[in-house]
């Protein structure tokens, strides 16, 4: 155990955790943005669900995801900060050089800002799930019937909050960091975990970018359009509608 314990706190290990942790909350940003377009579809596609996944397995799917979630991130920006002050305290002053580098390191924008990025990201992080997740604790929510039963009206709440302008802002430059520390971190992830050659190396960073643009794009279009189009999101039935 105390082996594998140092082989974790490694150099290496610490990469291996990076990378896996780092493609692990991928997929889950990807599900959550396919599972958020419902929001164009309207009130009740979007509450049912949300209604579906708080009651999967009797509401405890969602917890024990939950918790999985919490442990990976946390790991995930554990490793990031020691890594980033090893490489600041290992190299001297006069050996970082600014600019791309190219090649293997690809080194550039995103990659000498993944720190930054990350706690951005993480700070946003803890903004996003007081405003959503506890937005009870912030004052009363609207409720909305299913199937006859009274509900928190979760569709009602991110409309209400992405019709307020420094959210939206606020939004939108982190999701425009995001779209950065993926461009990097994806292709980075499946280096560190050893997956990649150096033929197959240009194809990942190539995928990684599109896969940054898309989640960043996608990110991006629902509260901009919500903004925009706020009485037709609010009223009635929601969603997108002529």
């Not at 996003?128 to 937005?135: L, M, N, R, S």
């Not at 928190?152 to 709440?157: E, K, M, S």
Request: with cysteine.
């Amino acid at each position: 155990m105390t082996t594998f314990v140092s082989a974790l706190r490694s150099s290496l290990g610490k990469k291996y955790l990076m990378g896996f942790t780092g493609l692990v909350w991928t997929g889950f940003a990807i599900g959550h943005l396919i599972g958020n377009f419902l929001l164009f579809a309207g009130r009740e596609p979007f509450n049912r669900y949300a209604e579906f996944l708080e009651t999967l397995g009797h509401g405890m799917v969602i917890y024990v995801a939950e918790a999985f979630l919490a442990v990976v991130l946390m790991i995930h920006v554990f490793n990031g900060i020691s890594i980033a002050t090893d490489k600041s305290s290992a190299r001297p002053i006069g050996y970082a050089k600014a600019g791309n580098a190219g090649g293997r390191s690809r080194k550039g924008l995103a990659s000498q800002n993944m720190i930054w990025t990350g706690l951005t990201i993480l700070g946003f992080l803890i903004l996003h799930i007081v405003t959503f997740k506890f937005a009870h604790k912030l004052g009363p929510v609207p409720q909305f019937e299913l199937d006859g039963v009274q509900r928190t009206d979760l569709y009602q709440v991110v409309v209400s909050r992405f019709s307020i302008g420094w959210y939206v802002g606020v939004y939108t430059l982190v999701m425009c960091m995001l779209g950065m520390h993926l461009k990097h971190g994806v292709w980075s992830a499946f280096q560190s975990l050893g997956l990649l050659t150096k033929k197959t190396l240009p194809l990942a960073v190539a995928g990684a970018t599109v896969l940054a643009l898309l989640l960043a794009v996608g990110f991006l279009a629902l509260p901009t359009t919500i903004y925009l189009f706020n009485p037709m999101f609010a009223e009635g039935a929601g969603g997108i509608h002529w």
